[in-house]
């Protein structure tokens, strides 16, 4: 959602796969909660001792000093046995719009019980939360590259 007359500094938006697919978009429940609700868009099945990735359905903007951090729902980890393979995801500035998959914002996710486990459209798995960071001194002596792609692109540049 734009609010007219203010200028862009974070949010989240629909990729094209999804833009007419009704879901909920990220939201923060409370007042003073950190993290912004992030729910599926689609019903996703995750079998036993199995990692699978699952869409979200969305992208993050937000400026060039932040990243949002994505985390597991504490509700989901400690009720249903599902913790997010990498602890925490990491989504730079410059995923946002990137030509490998415009910066879609995928979760892999790992169903640490023997049961299947079904997340309904609109479950709520995971929360992001925007953070700004701080670059060393000497940051600026080393030339860096133009994102071209999606996750892991960093490793290949």
Not at 39 to 50: A, H
Not at 122 to 141: H, S
């Amino acid at each position: 959602m734009k609010i007219e007359g203010l200028p862009r500094t974070r949010g989240f938006e629909k990729i094209s796969k999804y833009a007419t697919v009704d879901f909920q978009m990220p939201i923060r429940k409370t007042k003073t909660s950190a993290g912004y609700d992030i729910c599926v868009p689609e019903t996703v099945i995750l079998e036993p001792n199995k990692i699978t990735v699952v869409p979200t359905g969305i992208k993050a903007y937000m400026l060039e000093d932040e990243f949002l951090g994505v985390h597991i729902r504490s509700s989901i980890a400690i009720k249903k046995g599902i913790m997010l393979v990498n602890n925490e995801g990491i989504i730079d500035a410059d995923y946002y719009n990137n030509p490998d998959n415009e910066g879609h914002i995928m979760i892999a996710l790992k169903n640490t019980t023997i049961e299947t486990i079904v997340f309904e459209q609109g479950d709520c798995v995971a929360q992001g939360i925007f953070y700004k960071y701080m670059t060393t001194d000497d940051d600026n002596q080393t030339e860096k590259s133009k994102r071209m792609g999606g996750i892991g692109s960093t490793t290949t540049v």
